[in-house]
């Protein structure tokens, strides 16, 4: 709602910036070219305190969370030493839509295990698992399992999600998208 409130206004000041202009009031063209980037620079100063403020959630298992439409719940963490000396994690994970229209996905996402020093594990390829940016049908869930090797050194271990690219949420207060960090953050240890 912010967002639309930012645009509309953005759009009425321009327009009323423009006509002044070309009527010869630069003065009054000025002011408000001043008072719609006041507006534009606090919306920016809210949307990166706001993006700040620690993001860390409670874990549980089998707990949900939603970002939007898509909701997703991790039902089971299993750690398996690999041979390479690291620790093989494989989460159980229930993807679900609440969305009554659409067939939203988590297309976009940007999932990842990171260690306190912001070190990131990218999931491995898991031909056996249901695709993690399937879409889900309103109403319906799909279990799939997301695989990370890290090495046994990385403690405590986060679960993240965020997006690879910037979108029209991205832009909304609250969201941590421009300074790339994750919308959604777990300590699992």
């Known amino acids: ?6 645009v509309l206004t ?3 000041s321009l327009v009323a910036m423009a006509i002044f202009f ?3 009031q630069h003065r009054r063209a000025g002011r408000i070219f001043i008072g ?19 993001n860390d959630l409670a874990f549980q298992t089998g707990v949900p969370f939603c970002d939007d439409d898509v ?17 093989s994690y494989r989460l159980g994970f229930r993807l679900f839509s609440k969305a009554n ?3 939203p996905s988590t297309k976009g996402a940007a999932i ?19 695709p993690f940016d399937v879409a889900i049908q309103p109403g319906q869930s799909v279990n799939t399992s997301l695989t990370f090797n890290v090495p046994s050194d990385a403690r405590p271990l986060f679960f ?15 969201n941590g998208d421009l300074l790339h960090k994750p919308r959604i953050r777990f300590r699992l240890e």
């Open 112 to 130: 990842s295990l990171a260690d306190q020093h912001n070190r990131r594990f990218l999931p491995i390829p898991d031909p056996s698992a249901i």
């Open 22 to 24: 070309m009527l010869g």
């Open 36 to 54: 719609w980037g006041i507006g534009v620079a606090a919306y920016a100063g809210i949307l990166v305190a706001i993006a700040m403020r620690p």
């Open 1 to 6: 709602m912010s967002l639309l409130l930012l």
């Open 71 to 87: 909701c997703g719940s991790i039902e089971s963490i299993t750690r398996t030493p690999a041979a390479s000396g690291d620790v």
């Open 160 to 174: 993240n999600v965020g997006v690879n690219s910037i979108q029209y949420a991205s832009f909304v207060i609250g």
């Open 101 to 103: 229209l659409g067939l």
């Open 10 to 12: 953005s759009m009425v």
